[in-house]
């Protein structure tokens, strides 16, 4: 459903209403003869048969034009919500990206870290997160990480990368 369907049906209808308005101009014609001459033909039955049938076309057609303007509608507003929805997680996501980088220079908050960082995953097969969530094994640190932390050295000083290149030659 689009703007476009809804703009071919209401083009269809308007180019509808002109033989319908001749039609029905044409039965009123045959309508006004004198009483003589007011036969019920072939040619009165033909016009009355299209008549209903370009009735029925034509409200079917507004039907349907008025269930594609609902639907057209009603996916507007869910886009909408949508819109609205992503722009809240998107500032969610900033707030929490900041407040992670403000607690992540603090050595208290590293040290309160420090041992849920340290653990085995073999220990710690299936940890709960704080809404009870089940979340996946962390890796061990490496004692040198775990020195880094009790430093108090920001979280940028490690170079992980760097110590598995220096390992491998």
């Known amino acids: 459903v689009s703007t476009q369907s809804t703009w071919e049906l209401q083009l269809s209808i308007e180019q509808k209403e002109r033989p319908l308005a001749v039609l029905q101009r044409r039965l009123a014609i045959r309508q006004q003869r004198p009483q003589r001459e007011a036969v019920r033909d072939a040619v009165e039955t033909a016009l009355e048969a299209e008549l209903a049938q370009l009735t029925a076309t034509m409200q079917s057609m507004h039907a349907k034009r008025d269930q594609c303007d609902r639907e057209l509608k009603r996916m ?3 886009r909408q919500k949508l819109q609205d929805d992503l722009a809240d997680k998107e500032q969610a996501l900033r707030l ?18 420090l041992p849920a960082m340290t653990q085995s995953p073999r220990n710690s ?3 709960t997160g ?3 969530v089940k979340t996946p094994p962390r890796m061990p640190l490496s004692p040198r990480t775990v020195g880094h932390l009790r430093a108090g050295l920001p979280v940028s ?13």
């Not at 000083?157 to 030659?169: K, T, V, Y």
């Open 76 to 78: 507007v507003a869910a």
């Open 157 to 169: 000083s490690f170079r992980p990368a760097q110590r598995h290149a220096r390992l491998a030659r």
């Open 96 to 113: 929490d990206k900041t407040c992670l980088e403000l607690t992540a220079d603090m050595p208290a908050t590293k040290a309160a870290m």
């Open 125 to 127: 097969a299936a940890a």
């Open 130 to 132: 704080p809404l009870g």
